[in-house]
């Protein structure tokens, strides 16, 4: 049982990888390296919570990725344009984002202002 969460959790991180790094070979083999190391490195344990622990942080991992990791990419005109996933966490699109506007504030009007110290 716990061997197929093992697998499972690996699996889900070179889809998320796939998904994430999707035409960046570069960034593909880099991760597909590194999530290899870490299952190798952890290869002969055998403590049951240990494992346990392990697999919740390639699941958390593989969601983290798919929901936060944004690909950027420079266009002809020498800007950056976002690749975002429908399952990314990001709200916008590739659209020029405009800086908010600043709000208006109202200065509170005193209702008695002879009452101001004249010393």
């Known amino acids: 049982?716990?061997?197929s969460k093992v697998l499972a959790s690996f699996r889900a991180l070179h889809r998320a990888r796939k998904d994430v790094f999707k035409g960046d070979t570069a960034a593909l083999e880099a991760a597909r390296q590194r999530i290899n190391q870490e299952f190798q490195k952890n290869k002969t344990e055998t403590d049951q919570r240990k494992i346990?622990?392990?697999v919740k942080v390639a699941e958390d991992t593989a969601?983290?990725?798919r929901h936060v990791?944004?690909?950027a990419?420079?266009?002809q005109a020498g800007r950056y344009e976002l690749r975002i996933r429908k399952d990314s966490g990001v709200l916008v699109d590739?659209?020029?984002l405009k800086p908010p506007r600043p709000r208006r504030t109202r200065e509170k009007k005193t209702r008695d202002t002879k009452t101001q110290d004249t010393r």
Request: no cysteine; glycine share 0%.
């Open 63 to 65: 969601v983290y990725m």
């Open 52 to 54: 346990e622990e392990l």
């Open 94 to 96: 590739n659209a020029t």
């Open 73 to 75: 990419e420079m266009n």
């Open 69 to 71: 990791v944004v690909q």
């Open 1 to 3: 049982m716990l061997r």
